[in-house]
């Protein structure tokens, strides 16, 4: 039997077939069809000579939630609130994107001030009950909610974290009245403090629930009928995958998708390497993603933003630039040549695709330089013409003062010092040293800078994993079944703060043990866990999240664990103030498939040669093709390592080979 992975994007749908019983690997892309995105799997599968009769598992990743909340195309929501706080989404926290911009404009709301209904009730902060429940007066605000039009509602009432039992009761009363409408609590996607944060989630949430459900509805559909027969599995921002259901009544969960899957596969493909600090670099073709793995574990949080409003929820912690395959260079006021965050996209595209492009991007200067073939179609889907890529560059290179080939070389001279400067703010700005750790690159384009970006943050080892152009749908494959659940605390971290911590774990534990059998089919048994306990010094308005392997016996323990962390994270600690918990995070984990990669067989063959455009000029460089680089086989740059859907580019004091697990290892000299 087989598995699937399936990464939709923008431009691309990428496949990836993974046969358990030879360990082979199968992909391919197909170019995006938004209109019926399963016509584009269907390509893919045929391509392989895939039958959806033979796949016992099917893991999907897609961009349509970020799509969605990046356009403003989610449906309308109507939002129930405490009376008072009806402005909470009006207010958010008084920050402004330009600290010193007196001219910046406020941020719309996510919903008008019409659509923001509130109710008599109030919760304290403890979570007892200050004003109960007015039922006549939720029927008659529900009644305003029907009549207002949207279809979706939002219920965010005040400190629902603590006691959600007023939101709970809004919910079935409207469920009982008004059964169309589609209700959102906030206490079931962000059960922790931070009014602004909460609501907004939970409306961000809300406002893409019907779309996500009739997309994975119809996408379950047509997979059904060309006789898949199993459930489908989707990824999540946070690196797992849950079943559709709780895909479509959580969809904010999958706005990282796709990125979240390359980095699941470069934990473990990592692993299986031996590879426990790992900085990954996803570059594809409008933007760069970098994320930092530490202790085999990627960095997480639950501070991140889409479309500029709040996303509360707990994924991969991932830093993405503008700078990809597609950005455009241009000039700019003071002369000075200039890299994105404007893309060509895949409409025209870059100059080399011949579709009417006419500026130069990093794409056509890499095919200038030589670092990829004319006569070779990229991804398999679109052949690249010198011509136009040519052209494109000369009028910049004109306006610049040099010629063609100095430009291309200066084009990607400077995506890498981007790129640098990302892989510098996940791992320098935060305590860590990138000498310690491995660069590992896919994406189409990742692989072609991936030694340059060494060379400059002075990363002496290199790991080109298999099917770099496909990464994230082979994470997909090696995701295992996730929940992630967190619980607000707020106690001094002594031995009542950590006796009450205890207990929230315990019920947490009970939770994912039931939700993992009921919606994934995962055995008590078969369950582990990952915890970590957000703490904070008395008087901070931030918490730290620490890692801890169970709850320590004494609270003196657990202050020790966050000084510890907290001397990492900032290079200064404060023994002698009190701290305090503020959450527990618990995240359940069902079992790990069993995913291993076959190192090339290799055989006989030679290098073919080509010239590659540098520093030095033009200097001559060996070809290889990747599933040639079998046991003894050793690449020495310059060369370049092409494959489907990539092409490494091995630089000057280079070297490297295949290993067992089929990653190309590349070291400095």
């Not at 639950?302 to 912690?317: H, L, M, W």
């Not at 991936?450 to 152009?469: F, K, N, W, Y």
């Amino acid at each position: 039997m087989l598995c699937i992975g399936v990464d939709i994007g923008g431009t691309f749908t990428d496949v990836i077939v993974y046969e358990p019983a030879t360990a082979r690997l199968a992909e391919a892309k197909t170019l995006s069809t938004p209109h019926d995105p399963a016509a584009a799997i269907f390509e893919g599968l045929a391509k392989l000579g895939v039958s959806l009769d033979a796949v016992d598992r099917f893991v999907h990743g897609t961009t349509r939630v970020t799509n969605a909340l990046l356009e403003g195309s989610g449906d309308p929501v109507s939002v129930v609130t405490t009376d008072g706080f009806r402005d909470v989404l009006e207010m958010g926290l008084g920050h402004r994107p330009q600290l010193y911009s007196v001219k910046e404009a406020a941020r719309p709301s996510l919903v008008p001030r019409s659509l923001r209904h509130t109710l008599r009730e109030r919760v304290a902060a403890d979570g007892s009950v200050i004003e109960a429940l007015d039922t006549s007066h939720l029927d008659e605000v529900l009644d305003r909610v029907a009549a207002a039009g949207p279809g979706t509602v939002a219920v965010c009432l005040l400190h629902s974290y603590r006691n959600p039992a007023h939101e709970r009761a809004a919910a079935r009363r409207l469920a009982e009245r008004y059964p169309n409408l589609v209700c959102t609590v906030s206490s079931d996607v962000v059960p922790e403090q931070g009014e602004y944060e909460r609501f907004a989630t939970t409306v961000l949430n809300a406002s893409v629930r019907g779309t996500v459900a009739d997309y994975l509805r119809g996408l379950g559909t047509a997979l059904a009928g060309a006789g898949y027969l199993h459930p489908l599995s989707i990824m999540t921002s946070s690196g797992g995958v849950v079943s559709t259901d709780e895909a479509s009544r959580l969809p904010i969960n999958l706005a990282l998708s796709g990125p979240a899957g390359g980095v699941a596969a470069a934990v473990y493909v990592a692993g299986l390497a031996g590879h426990s600090n790992v900085i990954t670099c996803d570059i594809g073709g409008t933007s760069t993603d970098v994320c930092l793995i530490k202790d085999g574990a990627p960095l997480m949080t639950s501070d991140g933003t889409i479309a500029g409003y709040p996303n509360r929820t707990f994924q991969v912690e991932i830093n993405t630039i503008g700078a990809g395959g597609g950005s455009i260079a241009w000039r700019d006021l003071g002369g000075e040549l200039r890299i994105g965050p404007r893309s060509a996209g895949s409409t025209p595209g870059p100059a080399c695709y011949g579709r009417g492009g006419t500026e130069p991007t990093t794409t056509d200067a890499h095919l200038l330089v030589g670092h990829l073939d004319p006569q070779e179609s990229l991804g398999g889907e679109v052949q690249l013409d010198p011509a136009p890529a040519q052209a494109a560059t000369e009028v910049l290179a004109e306006q610049l003062g040099l010629d063609a080939m100095e430009l291309a070389h200066g084009i990607l001279r400077l995506a890498t010092i981007k790129m640098t400067s990302a892989i510098k703010e996940i791992s320098v700005a935060r305590g860590h040293d990138p000498r310690d750790f491995v660069l590992m690159p896919f994406g189409g384009a990742g692989p072609m800078h991936a030694t340059a970006l060494a060379d400059e943050l002075g990363i002496s080892r290199v790991l080109v994993p298999p099917v770099p152009g496909n990464f994230s749908a082979l994470g997909f494959v090696t995701a295992r079944a996730r929940h992630d659940y967190v619980r607000t605390v707020l106690a001094a971290a002594d031995e009542s703060g950590l006796a009450s911590a205890r207990a929230v774990v315990a019920e947490l534990e009970d939770a994912a043990r039931a939700q993992l059998k009921a919606e994934d089919g995962v055995e008590a048994d078969q369950v582990s866990f990952a915890l970590t306990v957000g703490m904070r010094f008395r008087g901070q308005s931030h918490h730290l999240a620490v890692a801890v392997d169970g709850l320590p016996a004494t609270a003196e323990d657990l202050v020790a664990a966050f000084h510890a962390a907290y001397a990492e994270r900032y290079a200064y600690v404060r023994t002698d103030h009190p701290a305090e918990i503020v959450n527990c995070r618990l995240t359940a984990f069902g079992p790990s498939p069993v995913v291993r990669f076959a190192a090339p067989s290799g055989g006989e063959a030679q290098p073919e040669r080509t010239r590659l455009y540098g520093p030095d000029g033009w200097v001559d460089a060996a070809v290889w093709r990747r599933s040639e680089l079998g046991p003894g086989i050793r690449v020495t740059g310059p060369a370049v390592v092409r494959e489907n859907g990539s092409t490494t580019v091995v630089g000057a004091g280079w070297s490297g080979a295949a290993d067992e697990h089929g990653n190309l290892l590349l070291t400095r000299d």
